[in-house]
């Protein structure tokens, strides 16, 4: 048995019953074998074992009441997965599916995607069974208060900053940072995602959406194509969806569909963004709701997907961005793609496509860049926000932009390249998963036994 798989099978005895991190673990992993031949370093100091075990992991109890006055109870979390290159950094989810593996393989993810930027932050990833929606401001607040009431003694501007997620947007970053200002009498960047006059930076909600979409002309460059004139698939109506619908739209794309926990929305004529940011920021409702002032899109319900995928897949496009959530691209969906001709796909949610999907795209060779690097520029443009506290200033949005487009550029190349290095060209799965890991590991291996 090779170490990897010795690696990977201990996991699952050790970790009973998580599934999602097991999906991520052997992704990276199987990746890893062409490095781990050729430098021998890594197993000799038990860089591969160290790395899927996190440095610590926060379980707590927060307890709070709803309008009715009753007693509620959540599961609460935070992975400080690895801190070799800087502090502990990644999002914050409240969804009822979070559960420890979840939030381990998110965790996970997040230290390679942060190496990737090239930036000095660890990986981590917190979040609660909580489901906001449905949820009252003032139930939300106060869940929020009593999540911080315990979590505030773990983070810190040098010790880890966490962020959004799904089910985590401004209305809650703003209960996360005031509850713990008054904890700590201390206004620091601690959280990323503010609002812009308590210490946010322009851009940062805008910026996973418009990375992953930079990240998609890259792609399609290669292949001498451009996004302008595509149709593209957008699955999510969240903040990720929403800022690539926004920047395909501004890049000359017809975006035709998103998708919600209700179903999937699909406008021929291009999705209305204004509509749709109405319905999912501000009324927070079902994208049904789209249907009332565009009688010519279609919405189908989830007890109308098809038994073995989603509906968003099976349309007609050249390009696809998948943003809402792990796993909802099923092999199914992929051939379904496949068959409609998409020839790139860019991943904005964090494991969108299932292990099987994946090996589709790569047999078909299309251009396929994985979360980890194509969803890179929401934590990249998190850590410019870092960068912005610890100077007290604030930087123009034509300066953050432009510094997004570098990181994602960076991240384009150093994917590619580490792929040609390996000789697998094209390949940007082995080449983010190869590169992170490296980064990493040699900070691990330089810093001594940790
Ligand atoms: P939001 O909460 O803003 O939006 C999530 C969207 O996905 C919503 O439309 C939601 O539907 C839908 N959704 C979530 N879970 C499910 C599910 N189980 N089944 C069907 N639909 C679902 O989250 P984000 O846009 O921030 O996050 C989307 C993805 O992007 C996640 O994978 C996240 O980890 C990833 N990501 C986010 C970053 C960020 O900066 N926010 C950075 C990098 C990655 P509904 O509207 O009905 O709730
Ligand atoms: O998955 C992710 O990269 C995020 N949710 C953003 C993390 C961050 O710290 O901005």
Redesign the pocket.
Known sequence: MSRIDEVLLNLQRSSPAQGEFYQAAEEVLESLQILLDADPRYIEQGVVERMVEPERQILFRVAWTDDDGRIRVNKAYRVQFNSALGPYKG?L?F?P?VTAGVIKF?GFEQIFKNALTGLSIGGAKGGADFDP?GRSDGEVMRFCQSFMTELHRYIGPAVDVP???????AREIGYLYGHYQRLTGRYEGALT?KGLNWGGSLGRKE??GYGCVYFAEHMLNELALGLQGTTCLVS??????IHTIEKLIQLGATPVSC????GTLYHPAGIDLDALKKI?EVERK?LVAYLEAHSDAEFTPLADYPSDGHAVWRYSAEVAFP????N?LTEADAQALLANGVRCVSE???M?STAEAVRCFLDAGIAYGP?KAA?AG??ATSQLEMQQNAGLTQWSMPKVEDRLRDVMAGIYRLCRDTAQEFGSPGNLVLGANIAGFRRVADAMIDQGLR
């Open positions: 999002g989810r969804h599916s998110l929606k962020a959004g997620d799904i089910g985590v947007g995602g910026a996973t999510g109506a969240g903040n990720v969806a998708s919600d926990s209700t999912k079902s943003c809402a959530t792990q909802e904005g949610a964090n969108p979360g969803n929401g934590v």
